[in-house]
């Protein structure tokens, strides 16, 4: 079973995955990408993942067979289990319990080739529903308590299927990033009065330097302290600390500018391996203060001994470079879904 | 000039540092390495590094010419500047400060070809002074809170440059993993009376499942909450919180340790991209409480999405096989250094 393990000193909670553990020589550093007819990700090869949980068919048909546009199912290696109970226990070593939650796949579109950035806006609007529905659908376990939404994007952002897809995975715990950076939503609005990042968006009126897009809904800007060459953060305008709290119009317009802000990394990058991570607030609270939002994090180099020893990050771009470099790239619009027969 | 930037909500600091500040081509995703002849850091090359601050030559010899056994000299492209002060500013967008500090290399042997596990127990032992000496000299800046010692090994890892070497990054402000880490130190010895650290060398007597070897003056072990595979640490049986209080005695020993623990990760893991990273107690305070060590990273899988949001990491490798592998791996023991006339 994988197991949580709490780090006695520095309380940094680690999952122990025992289901995916390697000798040394299982490691593959270089990466592999699977030939597209091999990809389980792709049309006719459904039953060689577990069955799916969603899946929009225009057409109709059988579950678990081709015609769907978007699907998702639990994931083969899971790095959590649904089976069981977290049961804490106190060791001398650190605290210990089972990973209990989900690890859910969601598959953006059936062509093997295609970028998220090559979508059309429809097909991407279609790929944060079916977010918005497996989210809603998994936070109601009552054991759970967030829920990670991510996308890892080419072998160095982590990901070992070329075929575009997202990930979700729910945990019995609330991890220490988000406890650090909903504490600090707190204090902020504490001390100033006002939703810190209300105040970033307001603080990038159009014409800002680290301004990228503004939208009705959302803004597109190069944060203040990027970590990472290129960090993009998109935030609703609307305040709102949970993700499930999306409006169906709110819901279109990400659709629409996640896959434009996508098309113009993958455009001035040259297709860069990157990560999307979702920032909601945990699920037991109402953390009112929090305020959530996507961060895009293009892996162009390497953290290396100084970011993992300290927690910052050197960054070689600044970011009203990165702002002004993506403001000026194609987003590489298209206007109509991609609809193949097959993969 | 290179800028600390703190972000208004999570207090993270970042370092974006202009010095190296690269367009979307520059960056080169694979890595690549120096051929053997153009290596900076190789005997007949010194006047390509800034000039040295350190140099042991046994046979006497001028400044930045062959000799040497151990080199060190300030980085050609640091990520921190030794001009100015650090004048932080508050704006609406988050702290900033210009980021005042030094960053070194120390060279751990003229030969380019060898790995520090690889070194000889004597030369390992020059390597540590040189650490010791440089993280001396570095701390009397008063301006600098906390200095960062890292060696980062392969492309995986974060390093450009093949020749075997150390860095030392000093900043002006305390990062905040060292702050956490700290603090839950004082806080584990509040609650249990004893330090965290010393409790996991003591529950570590030898036969211990996740101990790799005990040595006299130091211990090492797969700690019990590992976040990468093959994650291993050394700590210091004598409790200090602060580097440069390791005595002479301990330093030969932590030469021969390390040297003989990364042998082993390298007989093991074939060589695998690593970082080593010290921690010692910020500079301008007694933290009595805190216990200094070394964590030795492989690299052998890649921080994603769930990492990078929750900062909880996926390890596939628990620690208990880990220390099993490395236990029982060839430490690759030489008895005298290289000493070739050239590089």
Redesign the interface.
């Given at each position: 079973m994988p197991e949580?393990?709490?780090?006695?000193?520095?309380?940094?909670?680690?999952?122990?995955?025992?289901e995916?553990?390697?000798?040394?020589?299982d490691?593959n550093?270089q990466g592999h990408h699977l030939k597209h007819n091999d990809c389980i990700f792709c049309y006719g090869n459904e039953n060689k993942t577990p069955p799916e949980v969603l899946a929009w068919r225009p057409l109709g048909g059988e579950p678990n067979t081709p015609g769907w546009t978007v699907r998702a199912f639990p994931n083969k290696f899971p790095?959590v289990t649904v089976q069981g109970a977290p049961d804490c226990r106190e060791t001398?070593?650190?605290n210990i319990m089972t990973a209990v939650g989900a690890h859910e796949v969601i598959v953006d579109c059936p062509d093997h080739s295609v970028s998220f950035g090559q979508l059309s806006d429809r097909q991407a609007e279609l790929v944060i529903q079916a977010l918005v529905e497996r989210f809603r659908v998994l936070s109601r376990n009552p054991m759970v308590r967030?829920i990670?939404v991510?996308?890892?994007c080419g072998?160095?952002?982590?990901?070992s299927i070329e075929h575009v897809h997202w990930?979700l995975?729910s945990?019995p715990v609330v991890?220490?990033?988000?406890l650090?950076?909903t504490a600090?939503?707190e204090k902020?609005r504490e001390k100033h009065g006002v939703c810190?990042?209300c105040?970033?968006i307001s603080?990038q009126g159009t014409g800002g330097e680290r301004v990228i897009e503004t939208g009705a809904d959302f803004v597109v800007f190069s944060?203040?302290?990027?970590?990472f060459?290129?960090e993009t953060w998109i935030l609703p305008r609307r305040h709102e600390a949970d993700f499930r709290g999306i409006g169906d119009k709110e819901l279109t317009s990400l659709g629409r500018i996640l896959r434009k802000t996508v098309g113009r990394i993958e455009q001035?990058?040259?297709y860069?391996?990157y990560?999307?991570?979702?920032?909601s607030a945990p699920l037991d609270k109402g953390y009112r203060d929090y305020h959530w939002h996507l961060?895009i994090?293009p892996r162009?180099?390497?953290?290396?001994?100084?970011?993992?020893?300290?927690?910052?990050?050197?960054?070689?771009?600044?970011?009203e470079?990165s702002a002004a470099?993506l403001r000026e790239a194609d987003p590489g619009m298209r206007q109509e879904p991609v609809r193949k027969g097959g993969n």
């Amino acid at each position: 079973m994988p197991e949580l393990r709490k780090d006695a000193v520095t309380g940094t909670w680690v999952i122990v995955a025992a289901e995916r553990s390697k000798r040394p020589h299982d490691f593959n550093l270089q990466g592999h990408h699977l030939k597209h007819n091999d990809c389980i990700f792709c049309y006719g090869n459904e039953n060689k993942t577990p069955p799916e949980v969603l899946a929009w068919r225009p057409l109709g048909g059988e579950p678990n067979t081709p015609g769907w546009t978007v699907r998702a199912f639990p994931n083969k290696f899971p790095a959590v289990t649904v089976q069981g109970a977290p049961d804490c226990r106190e060791t001398p070593d650190g605290n210990i319990m089972t990973a209990v939650g989900a690890h859910e796949v969601i598959v953006d579109c059936p062509d093997h080739s295609v970028s998220f950035g090559q979508l059309s806006d429809r097909q991407a609007e279609l790929v944060i529903q079916a977010l918005v529905e497996r989210f809603r659908v998994l936070s109601r376990n009552p054991m759970v308590r967030y829920i990670q939404v991510f996308k890892n994007c080419g072998t160095a952002a982590g990901s070992s299927i070329e075929h575009v897809h997202w990930q979700l995975i729910s945990v019995p715990v609330v991890p220490e990033n988000v406890l650090r950076e909903t504490a600090g939503a707190e204090k902020y609005r504490e001390k100033h009065g006002v939703c810190g990042y209300c105040r970033m968006i307001s603080g990038q009126g159009t014409g800002g330097e680290r301004v990228i897009e503004t939208g009705a809904d959302f803004v597109v800007f190069s944060p203040f302290a990027s970590r990472f060459p290129y960090e993009t953060w998109i935030l609703p305008r609307r305040h709102e600390a949970d993700f499930r709290g999306i409006g169906d119009k709110e819901l279109t317009s990400l659709g629409r500018i996640l896959r434009k802000t996508v098309g113009r990394i993958e455009q001035a990058l040259d297709y860069p391996p990157y990560n999307i991570v979702l920032h909601s607030a945990p699920l037991d609270k109402g953390y009112r203060d929090y305020h959530w939002h996507l961060e895009i994090m293009p892996r162009l180099s390497v953290a290396a001994g100084f970011e993992l020893g300290t927690g910052v990050f050197i960054n070689p771009v600044a970011p009203e470079i990165s702002a002004a470099v993506l403001r000026e790239a194609d987003p590489g619009m298209r206007q109509e879904p991609v609809r193949k027969g097959g993969n």
